[in-house]
């Protein structure tokens, strides 16, 4: 942070943090954050009633109240996807993987490390799965027991088309698993038009809690087929469903300040009007990044048409003045936290349109990046 000179006090959120436009951990409210400020027993019924309210409302957000239950699973979202790979997938069963991007690529390791069968389709970054070759891998292949899809790759920020997947698989009469922990909660997924298995999310992504609890909402009764099916014992969905069912506590200590904080993210979530008012947001501030960002000269890497309005890859400019690292401290001493990219595609940066920002965040962070630009004399706009 050299010659990072603002003009004026950096961006902070409502407890006085730098602004995360990254995809998690992100930017939570201050009520979350506070609703953390006890310490409750794990038996304790405030505690357990909390969290079975918290869970209730899971499978209300995917329309499957009833036919669908949401399992918890303390650890990050990749803790919450490995127990739904691991919990669903028989041990002589064939998960075909859509990959493009990282988080199917570690689908498929999670499969490899358990000793499950995986096929891949593979599709570049850019590049949503190419459906015909998908249905026609299904009907060569009959020993395929389920798909794996990602519904929207955080790595680029392409959002895949998992109706499209779904119609496909229930074709095909296979059963689908999806990793939507960027998109549950702000895109619709419907499990009465979008038939799936089980979808893992987590409570730090579109539903704005903090990191620390990622959850299953899985079919009743494909949950009910999975028993002695895991691979592990902290992982085992099944398990972890009996135990809660029975006596409402986790077998395991829960993150209870964790738990706390996401039934209050999600009192928000409900007032903000669920997945449409949520969505609404962040397709607001993708908006006003996208045409500010293109209005100073970056390329996004996506055409608008495959762009989630989650987190936004740029194309690193093609400009000698322009070094990541300073326009990254350039940002940071501005208040804003970006995301470097991760792409094999092409060099490229992300900002997150996620957590508790609006538009006009979104306006502070493009007049940041006006005034670095200005300060590593770079100028992108055609002359
Ligand atoms: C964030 C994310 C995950 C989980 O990542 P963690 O770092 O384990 O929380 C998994 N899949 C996708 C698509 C994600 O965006």
Same mark, same amino acid.
């Given at each position: 942070?050299?010659?990072?000179?603002?003009?004026?006090?950096?961006?902070?959120?409502?407890?006085?943090? &730098?602004?995360?436009?990254? %995809?998690? @951990?992100?930017?939570?409210?201050?009520?979350?954050?506070? +609703?953390?400020?006890?310490?409750?027993?794990?038996? *304790?019924?405030?505690?357990?009633?909390?969290?079975?309210?918290?869970?209730?409302?899971? @499978?209300?957000?995917?329309?499957?109240?009833?036919?669908?239950?949401?399992?918890?699973?303390?650890?990050?979202?990749?803790?919450?996807?490995?127990?739904?790979?691991?919990?669903?997938?028989?041990?002589?069963?064939?998960?075909?993987? #859509?990959?493009?991007?990282?988080?199917?690529?570690?689908?498929?390791? =999670?499969?490899?490390?358990?000793?499950?069968?995986? =096929?891949?389709?593979?599709?570049?970054?850019?590049?949503?799965?190419?459906?015909?070759?998908?249905?026609?891998?299904?009907?060569?292949?009959?020993?395929?027991?389920?798909?794996?899809?990602?519904?929207?790759?955080?790595?680029?920020?392409?959002?895949? &088309?998992?109706?499209?997947?779904?119609? =496909?698989?229930? /074709?095909?009469?296979?059963? #689908?698993?999806?990793?939507?922990?960027?998109?549950?909660?702000?895109? &619709?997924?419907?499990?009465?038009?979008?038939?799936?298995?089980?979808?893992?999310?987590?409570?730090?992504?579109?539903?704005?809690?903090?990191?620390?609890?990622?959850?299953?909402?899985? /079919?009743?009764?494909? #949950?009910?087929?999975?028993?002695?099916?895991?691979?592990?014992?902290?992982?085992?969905?099944?398990?972890?469903?009996?135990?809660?069912?029975?006596?409402?506590?986790?077998?395991?200590?829960?993150?209870?300040?964790?738990?706390?904080?996401?039934?209050?993210?999600?009192?928000?979530?409900?007032?903000?009007?669920?997945?449409?008012?949520?969505?609404?947001?962040?397709?607001?501030?993708?908006?006003?990044?996208?045409?500010?960002?293109?209005? $100073?000269?970056?390329?996004?890497?996506?055409?608008?048409? $495959?762009?989630?309005?989650? =987190?936004?890859?740029?194309?690193?400019?093609?400009?000698?003045?322009?070094?990541?690292?300073?326009?990254? *401290?350039?940002?940071?001493?501005?208040?804003?936290?970006?995301? %470097?990219?991760?792409?094999?595609?092409?060099?490229?940066?992300?900002?997150?349109?996620?957590?508790?920002?609006?538009?006009?965040?979104?306006?502070?962070?493009?007049? +940041?990046?006006?005034?670095?630009?200005?300060?590593?004399?770079?100028?992108?706009? %055609? /002359?």
């Amino acid at each position: 942070m050299t010659d990072a000179e603002p003009r004026r006090q950096p961006a902070r959120s409502e407890t006085g943090d &730098p602004l995360l436009l990254t %995809p998690g @951990p992100l930017t939570t409210s201050k009520s979350v954050k506070q +609703a953390m400020v006890h310490d409750l027993g794990s038996r *304790d019924e405030a505690f357990v009633a909390l969290n079975r309210q918290a869970l209730e409302r899971l @499978p209300e957000i995917v329309h499957g109240e009833g036919r669908y239950v949401a399992v918890p699973m303390q650890g990050s979202g990749t803790f919450a996807v490995e127990a739904m790979l691991t919990t669903f997938t028989p041990r002589d069963g064939v998960v075909l993987v #859509l990959v493009n991007g990282a988080y199917g690529q570690r689908a498929r390791r =999670i499969l490899d490390i358990a000793r499950r069968a995986a =096929i891949v389709h593979e599709t570049a970054e850019d590049t949503p799965p190419d459906l015909a070759e998908v249905e026609r891998i299904l009907v060569a292949t009959p020993a395929v027991t389920h798909v794996f899809a990602v519904h929207c790759e955080t790595t680029s920020g392409i959002l895949n &088309p998992i109706e499209a997947i779904a119609a =496909i698989v229930a /074709r095909q009469g296979r059963r #689908l698993l999806i990793d939507a922990m960027s998109a549950f909660g702000a895109l &619709p997924l419907d499990s009465r038009t979008t038939p799936f298995d089980a979808v893992a999310a987590s409570a730090n992504k579109c539903l704005e809690g903090v990191p620390g609890l990622g959850f299953v909402v899985c /079919r009743r009764e494909a #949950l009910a087929e999975t028993e002695g099916r895991a691979t592990t014992l902290t992982l085992d969905l099944h398990d972890q469903h009996r135990a809660l069912e029975k006596t409402g506590q986790y077998r395991f200590t829960p993150p209870i300040h964790v738990i706390v904080a996401f039934h209050q993210a999600l009192e928000e979530f409900s007032h903000e009007g669920g997945v449409p008012g949520r969505g609404g947001r962040y397709a607001g501030n993708a908006r006003v990044l996208i045409e500010g960002m293109r209005a $100073l000269g970056f390329r996004t890497l996506l055409p608008d048409a $495959l762009q989630a309005p989650i =987190i936004v890859t740029f194309r690193t400019p093609d400009h000698p003045n322009f070094v990541f690292q300073r326009f990254y *401290d350039g940002l940071k001493a501005r208040g804003y936290v970006i995301y %470097p990219g991760k792409l094999t595609v092409a060099d490229s940066f992300r900002i997150g349109c996620i957590g508790r920002l609006d538009a006009d965040h979104m306006r502070g962070a493009l007049e +940041a990046v006006r005034e670095t630009l200005a300060e590593m004399d770079v100028d992108l706009t %055609p /002359r």
